[in-house]
């Protein structure tokens, strides 16, 4: 473990160094092509980085903050697009909204910005309590006598919450440390009542707020003169979740390290059809909309059946899944040690 720190360690020094070649010489070079292949060895670094790491969730976290967020951040930087323009007005606040999921909240007073509010205390109590719970059941072995079924509920349930948990740390750390209003990334996805919703405007906001401008957006653009403009929505919104299930695709060779199996590119593919097909029938008010209830209900029930069937395969064949247990079992054991050594 202590190799793997001064290795996580020597990766994000080696991205602070990066971002700051891209603030002092980069920004420097006039927007578009140029500056675009300045940035390519960047690019390539921050594809490299999470090779160093073996952690579980060094790994993962580095390649989603480096090799996925950063990179395509700097890809609209390249063209002197938001969030990286204007050019923020120091290296640290450059690093900071390259590297992390965060997004600072333009009008926060506004009262139509639903999707923005942070997370009541009593919502992040009760959701500490239930992942507190899934790890006591880890510690007592409960999850090795459980139903297949039930423990990849349990499972996803964990990766949500732990996620969620990184990233709301994350953005009240920067958010004091930069002193503004960070936007939350997640929304409560549980109370999704569309796939369209689930994905635009409860799951991991960051990753469609990045693949807007830089996916559906040009996509959108290109086809529209190909197929019109109502078919070219549809196409860049598909393309969209390709590049997402790449992605993905990406993020699981960096744990694995073994050849891609596509299950995670289609599960992403699925729900591109799914939702450009949702939204289809929404226009065309082929059907009376159902209740929020109701389609709240099918809306959970399509993204658990089809990250069982797709998504933690993957996962659960590379045992993956043991080692992410384990490293959370000895961060609580390494604590539970600090802290019967502060009372004795």
């Known amino acids: 473990m202590t190799e793997e720190l001064r290795n996580l360690i020597k990766v994000w020094i080696s991205a602070y160094i990066s971002i700051s070649y891209c603030y002092y010489i980069s920004s420097k070079i006039s927007k578009g092509f140029l500056r675009l292949l300045s940035l390519l060895p960047i690019f390539i670094i921050f594809l490299l980085i999470p090779l160093f790491l073996s952690s579980v969730h060094f790994c993962v976290i ?3 903050f480096l090799s996925w967020l950063a990179n395509f951040k700097l890809l609209l930087f390249a063209f002197d697009q938001e969030p990286l323009s204007p050019l923020p007005s120091n290296l640290f606040r450059f690093f900071c909204f390259t590297c992390f999921p965060i997004k600072t909240n333009q009008n926060p007073s506004s009262s139509n910005r639903i999707y923005n509010k ?9 959701k500490v309590m239930i992942f507190s719970f899934l790890l006591h059941l880890y510690g007592d072995n409960y999850h090795n006598s ?4 039930a423990f990849l509920v349990m499972f996803t349930i964990h990766l949500y919450l732990e996620s969620e948990f990184i990233l709301v740390f994350v953005g ?6 930069l002193g503004c209003e ?3 990334v997640f929304n409560e996805p549980y109370l999704a009542t569309s796939l369209q919703d689930f994905w635009s405007r409860r799951w991991n906001l960051m990753v469609p707020s990045v693949l807007r401008p830089t996916v559906h957006i040009p996509v959108q653009r290109f086809t529209a003169r ?3 403009p109502n078919r070219s929505f549809y196409a860049g919104m598909l393309a969209t979740f390709l590049v997402s299930g790449l992605m993905h695709e990406l993020i699981y060779f960096y744990l694995v390290r073994k050849p891609p199996t596509w299950e ?4 992403f593919v699925l729900h591109g059809v799914a939702t450009s097909a949702e939204v289809a029938v929404k226009r065309m008010r082929l059907c009376p909309p159902l209740h929020r209830a109701v389609s709240g209900f099918v809306v959970s ?7 069982g069937w797709l998504f933690t395969p993957q996962v659960l064949r590379n045992d993956v899944h043991k080692r992410l247990i384990s490293e959370c079992l000895f961060v609580i054991d390494v604590v539970k040690l600090q802290v019967v050594r502060i009372l004795m």
């Open 118 to 126: 942070p997370m009541p205390r009593w919502v992040l109590a009760f």
């Open 264 to 267: 995670v590119t289609c599960y």
């Open 301 to 307: 029930a399509f993204v658990l059946v089809t990250s």
């Open 182 to 184: 960070i936007e939350p």
């Open 226 to 228: 190909l197929i019109g």
């Open 172 to 177: 009240a750390l920067l958010s004091t440390l």
């Open 62 to 64: 580095s390649a989603f």
């Open 146 to 149: 459980l139903p297949p079924f």
